[in-house]
């Protein structure tokens, strides 16, 4: 069953700008809101030109899978990413490491 919008706490949406694709992850990304993402856009790592997660209050495991899946794949295609932090964030990255 589909989760509402009231019911997700955080948000990741793709958005098209004119630096290229950006994954922005804000508020308490949550399973919800992971789930809703992947809906939209499958459960593949997209393609991105950057990551803005400085408005994250909170990075549940699901949240932080697909944060680090989206960095590993930018990685290992050769695509260099620009991760735009937070401390809830970096803090969530080393404890994954």
Not at 61 to 74: F, Y
Request: proline share 5%.
């Amino acid at each position: 069953m589909p989760v509402s919008a009231v019911a997700r706490r955080g948000v990741v949406r793709l958005l098209n700008t004119s630096g290229g694709r950006v994954l922005v992850l804000a508020g308490d990304v949550d399973a919800a809101a992971v789930e809703a993402f992947r809906r939209c856009y499958g459960a593949e790592p997209v393609r991105v030109d950057a990551v803005d997660a400085r408005s994250v209050t909170a990075l549940s495991p699901s949240g932080r899978e697909l944060l680090t899946d989206t960095l590993q794949w930018a990685e290992r295609t050769g695509r260099p990413v620009t991760l735009r932090s937070c401390p809830t964030v970096a803090r969530a990255l080393t404890a994954a490491r």
